[in-house]
T-cell receptor, first 116, second 111 residues
Framework: AAGVIQSPRHLIKEKRETATLKCYPI?????VYWYQQGPGQDPQFLIS???????DKGSIPDRFSAQQFSDYHSELNMSSLELGDSALYFC???????????????FGPGTRLTVL | QKEVEQNSGPLSVPEGAIASLNCTYS??????FFWYRQYSGKSPELIMF??SNGDKEDGRFTAQLNKASQYVSLLIRDSQPSDSATYLC???????????WGAGTKLIIKP
């Protein structure tokens, strides 16, 4: 079965550089979530999109922005990178629908960002 | 206090025994409950979800929900070394459609 695709899988950047992470949700999933997970921490919700519109916002720094495109893929843009931005960045997608099942979030493999 | 609490562990269980993982939550408006398994450096993988009070079984996994006591648990029968991972409890509150995560319980299955 198709899963969530994220690219790149690994990314190394220097401080003050920019980075763009991409997420391709499971087909027919119209909701995308971005999470940041530091070592030993639970996933921290950053932002979500439903039908190409921002649906919710979490602890996303102002230096970060994201959008969802017409094909439902999403990109997380990170500028003025800091050492503390080094983390695993996960994208998850979920389907819309009735019965509450749309709450299920299926995670991609993640992008490991290292800021030097 | 976190809205979703889990014992960080590690919880050590002999192979073949039952592993019991617990999670409590503070928001009585919580309506959907999820258990994710995460291997080190990998993404969370959905194991079980439950919406109604009682038990829900899927293979070796059983999720138990008690809304009155505000806890949800995950039982793993016939534990295998491959079950060794961190188990994350997540709770969805419909008011904002966000998943609230626990910090996870590290489970170690001893051969």
């Amino acid at each position: 079965a198709a899963g969530v695709i994220q690219s790149p899988r690994h990314l190394i950047k220097e401080k003050r550089e920019t980075a763009t992470l991409k997420c391709y949700p499971i087909p027919r999933h119209d909701t995308v979530y971005w999470y940041q997970q530091g070592p030993g921490q639970d996933p921290q919700f950053l932002i979500s999109f439903y039908e190409k519109m921002q649906s919710d916002k979490g602890s996303i720094p102002d230096r970060f922005s994201a959008q969802q495109f017409s094909d439902y893929h999403s990109e997380l843009n990170m500028s003025s990178l800091e050492l503390g931005d080094s983390a695993l960045y996960f994208c998850a997608s979920s389907p819309s629908g009735e019965g509450g099942l749309w709450n299920e979030q299926f995670f991609g493999p993640g992008t490991r960002l290292t800021v030097l | 206090q976190k809205e979703v609490e889990q014992n960080s562990g590690p919880l050590s269980v002999p192979e073949g025994a039952i592993a019991s993982l617990n999670c409590t939550y503070s928001d009585r408006g919580s309506q959907s409950f999820f258990w994710y398994r995460q291997y080190s450096g990998k993404s969370p993988e959905l194991i079980m979800f439950i919406y109604s009070n009682g038990d829900k079984e899927d293979g070796r996994f059983t999720a138990q929900l008690n809304k009155a006591s505000q806890y949800v648990s995950l039982l793993i029968r016939d534990s295998q070394p491959s079950d060794s991972a961190t188990y994350l409890c997540a709770v969805m509150v419909y008011s904002n459609y966000q998943l609230i995560w626990g910090a996870g319980t590290k489970l170690i299955i001893k051969p």
